[in-house]
């Protein structure tokens, strides 16, 4: 059982949306919390939040897709508040084009602040708790990971957040071996300003902010009767799943039908084929 109280935790992207969720509930259970996000502005209001709670927080501004500003902003938040014991890999971008439709800076962007982000974290954090044995580390996929071949025009999100599931299941063997948790969240909908804000995030190498808008289909949404949780619910949720060392969260138990739907064709489609395959070369092949 992972205790939350007394620990110091990171959450990355913690300036808005689940991430900011997760920096109040960790405050809220008596955690320390360093509060990272790329718009530091939104970090030192998420910490002045906690504080004024009678809470105890350190903002700090970091790309997470740049290996060294995630070092450093390690050394500042251990400088400030003390071991990092929690990790939140939270922080994300996401985009709904063809890829035809994006340039390669745009590709590259959300392949790297997705799946680089989080492994920077990973490798910033890791090794501490690793040598203490002692800690979690936490991360935010998608449930467009979880199932890549959900949502239409997804491509390197959804293969970027799949890649972010492997890491952190896999990560969740490994560690055990060490006492070190990991878990990751598959959130399908909530509350957050991605729709609004996300193309404020992209760094100025991968082509700089903009103020568009993101553009979900919204007969997609309706279709798949998509349900957009508050923030705090699903940080309640996620921190009982560190509690518990859950190696994997749903943000919606709702998701399950969509979850059935989606795998029964397309495992139903891969295994007849190879039977049938396999089949066909028996029979053809000498006795
Ligand atoms: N909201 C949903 O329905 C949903 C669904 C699936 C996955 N997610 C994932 O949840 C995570 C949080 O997103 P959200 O929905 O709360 O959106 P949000 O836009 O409200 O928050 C994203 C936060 O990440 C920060 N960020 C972006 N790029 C960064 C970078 N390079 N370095 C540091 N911080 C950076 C932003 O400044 C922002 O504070 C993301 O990983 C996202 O992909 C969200």
């Known amino acids: 059982m992972t205790e939350i109280a ?7 992207g913690g300036g808005s949306g689940i991430g900011r969720g997760l920096a109040l509930e960790l405050a809220a259970q008596g955690a320390a919390v360093g509060v990272a996000d790329i718009i530091f502005e939104n970090a030192v209001a998420v910490a002045k939040e906690i504080e004024a709670k009678g ?4 903002p700090v501004k970091c790309d997470v897709i740049e290996r060294n500003a995630v070092q450093a902003m390690r050394d500042e938040v251990t400088k400030a508040l003390g071991r990092v ?3 939140f890999a939270n922080a994300g971008a996401t985009s709904f ?4 439709d994006m340039s390669e800076s745009d590709v590259d962007w959300i392949i790297h602040v997705n799946m680089m982000g989080v492994t920077n974290c990973i490798l910033a954090f890791y090794p501490d708790m690793v040598k203490a044995r002692d800690g979690h580390i936490f991360a935010t996929a998608s449930t467009a ?3 890549p071949h959900w949502i239409p025009y997804h491509a390197p999100y959804s293969g970027a957040k799949m890649g972010v599931i492997g890491l952190m299941l896999n990560l969740n063997l490994e560690a055990a071996e060490y006492g070190v948790g990991a878990t990751v969240l598959c959130p399908g909908g909530v509350v957050s300003n991605m729709k609004a804000k996300n193309m404020s995030y992209r760094p100025e190498r991968f082509g700089g902010p903009t103020d568009e808008e993101v553009h979900v289909s919204s007969s997609f949404v309706e279709h798949n009767k998509l349900v957009f949780r508050p923030a705090d619910k699903v940080a309640r949720l996620c921190l ?8 994997m969260v749903i943000s ?4 399950r039908e969509i979850f059935v739907r989606t795998y029964q064709s397309l ?4 295994f007849d084929f190879v039977d049938e395959f396999d089949a066909a070369e028996a029979a053809s092949s000498p006795p």
Do not use: F, I, Q
Not at 55 to 58: C, I, L, Q, S, V
């Open 240 to 247: 009982k799943a560190v509690r518990t060392n859950k190696p």
């Open 55 to 58: 809470g105890k927080a350190h």
């Open 145 to 147: 990971g979880l199932m």
């Open 267 to 270: 495992v139903h489609d891969a």
């Open 97 to 100: 084009e063809k890829v035809t």
């Open 252 to 255: 919606d138990g709702k998701m």
């Open 85 to 87: 014991s929690l990790l």
């Open 6 to 12: 007394g620990r110091v935790a990171v959450v990355t």
